[in-house]
Structures are given as C-alpha cells and as structure tokens.
C-alpha cells in the first residue's frame, strides 16, 4: 500500500521551503505565507502531521495483516519529505508493481482528490510508466459509517465535557478547510457543482443525526489567498462573534473536515478560535479528530476490502460514490471531481 498524504515540515527550517512547497503557482501573498509560518514557529516549526500518520500506519499495517493481507506500508507526501515521488521510486526500486493509495483526506474536490491523483500521475511520470508501479487510488470516504460514527463519537464527549446547563444551550458547530470558490465550481461526480462543500454537509448531517442534534452550522476556516479572491464562508471566528449576538452561551466545535490533529486544528482552532471564544465570554469545546479513533484505521482495511474483495461500499450519503482511479487518470474522466 501507499499512504499518501499532505505533509509538513518537521523543523524550523524546513518550514518556509514546505511552504513554499505547497503554495507554487497559487495565488497565495508572501503575508498570508509569513502568517502561517508563524504559526508553525509556535510548535518549534514542527507540524503534528508526520508522527500522527505514522502512528496511522503502524495500526494499519496490523489492521491489514489482522485480515490476512501482509503488506507492506509505504509513506509519501506531496508536499514535504518523505516526498511521493521518492516512494514511488522505492516502490519501484523493490519490485512493486501494484498499490492501493490511501490518500488521508475524505473528500471529493480539487485539493481533496483531484490534487491527490495528479500527485499519483506526477511521482509515476518522475519514475518512469515503464517501472513504475500501478496505483490505484482508493475511493473518498466522507460518509463511511466508521468515519462517522468516529466523529460522532467525539462530539458526544465533547458535549459531556460542558455543566448540564452550559450543554442544553450548547451550538454544535462543523467545521472544515475554506476552499476558492472557484474551485467549488468544478463539476463533482454527478455533474453538480460545490463537490466539496455538498459532501462536508452530508458528513455534518449525519454526524449531527447519530448525535441526536437537530440544528448545527457548518462553517469554513484557514482560508488563504488574497482578499480579494472569493472563499468559502462564513469563517469560524465570524461566525463566533454572530452566535454570540444570537446569545449561544457555548459552542462544540466538530473538525470534521480534517482527518487528524494537524496544524489547522492545533492553531486554527486550539488557539484562535478558542481565544475568539474565550474573548466572547463562550464556553468552547473542540472535538477530537477521527484519526485518533480506532475505527479510522478499521475504515482503512474496510475500503481496502470493498476494493480487493469486491464488498458493496459502506456509504451513509446519497450522493454517489467517487474518487477512485487508476495510475492519476484525472478523476473527471471517470466522473469524478
Ligand atoms: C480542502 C483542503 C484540505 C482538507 C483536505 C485534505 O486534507 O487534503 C487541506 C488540508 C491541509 N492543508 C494543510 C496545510 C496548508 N494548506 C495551505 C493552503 C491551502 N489549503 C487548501 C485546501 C485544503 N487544505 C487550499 C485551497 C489552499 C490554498 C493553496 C492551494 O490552492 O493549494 C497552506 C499554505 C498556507 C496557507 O495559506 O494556509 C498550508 C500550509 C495541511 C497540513 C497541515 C499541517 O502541517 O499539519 C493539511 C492536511
Ligand atoms: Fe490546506
């Protein structure tokens, strides 16, 4: 297998060549870049990314071999060491000639996926088509059941962690990666477009459902680019400051847009938006990523099984299913995103 990831740096200087990594032909400002380093400087420019997929892929390759299947887990990163391409060429080295790609985000989209098959096309083109091995992406998971009920999970506790009063009025508050909106356009799987934000509400939904919470909000955070350029709204510390007209004494925040506890998450959200919070008099809660729940990794062996034995996907949401595509074959060929 290969579990193909984001990555991040692991040093003070290896964060502004990781940033500058990721950002390459985007429209992204140099203060929207020394902004963010910043916020890496606060962990001793060391992102969380790396150790926890690596936690990840140690409980996999157990989840795998647990079912029968001995496999060996490979580690690339699109962005940052151990790069994707320098895997690939390992894979290669060691007489792989199939994979199955794990990509760690559970959505459909540009960044999600779309971006995940052309770093697959990219690190296959560096090796060669004629050593490189075939790799097939697996399918996107936003509504697997185990995915689900991880994030549901986190939330009930979360609410459990406010006084009886504080949680009876209590705001159930989802949150996930802002995207462009020009990125929303592009048609998803079905011919629609908003791909991306119409599968991070079908994960809100049904994580609100198997709560037993009714109303909750979804909302946007980490947008970069320059103001100008239209994102995903409304951000989460806007969105703070309207609850708190609205007088919601206390807000549970669902990051049921990130996978894991990466940077996102422990500054965006521990830090900035805890401080919105605290500055607004509201209580605040964060729940816990499904990355740290051994269900995540049990959904993990289950796409690998819907794939090598032929299962019936385990899927909560209507919309149809997507994102799985041999060798980088751009999504949209496939009808895709
Ligand atoms: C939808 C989405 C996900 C969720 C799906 C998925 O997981 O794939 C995601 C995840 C992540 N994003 C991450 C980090 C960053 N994202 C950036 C920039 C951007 N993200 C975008 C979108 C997304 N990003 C976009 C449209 C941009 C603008 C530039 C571009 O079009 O590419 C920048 C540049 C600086 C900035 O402007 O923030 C950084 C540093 C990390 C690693 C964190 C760590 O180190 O722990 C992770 C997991
Ligand atoms: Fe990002």
Partial sequence: MLYLS???PEGP??????????????????ERLDEVAEHYHHFGGVSPINRLNRE????????LAGRGWDLPVYFGNRNWHPLVEDTVERMAADGVRRALVF??????GYSGCRQYHEDIARARAAV??????DLVKLRQFYDHPLFVAANADAVTNAYAEF???????ARLVFTAHSVPLSAEERPGADGRSSWYSRQVHESA???AEAVGVA??????????????VPWLEPDICDHLERLHTEKVPAVVVSPVGFVSDHLEVVWDLDNEAAEKAQELGMGYVRASTAGTDPRYVRMIGDLVAEHVEGHQARKLSPLVQAGCATNGTLCVAQGCC
């Fill in 6 to 8: 984001f990555g991040g």
């Fill in 13 to 30: 200087e290896e964060v502004r060549p990781f940033l500058e990594n990721v950002t390459r032909g985007r429209n992204v400002p140099p």
């Fill in 56 to 63: 990840v892929m140690v409980s996999l390759t157990s989840e």
């Fill in 103 to 108: 990509a760690t985000s559970a959505w459909g």
């Fill in 128 to 133: 060669g088509q004629d050593r490189a091995p």
């Fill in 163 to 169: 006084d009886e009063a504080t949680r009876a009025g």
């Fill in 205 to 207: 939904r049904l994580v």
């Fill in 215 to 228: 109303d909750y909000d979804v909302v946007w955070q980490s947008r970069s680019g320059p103001p100008s």
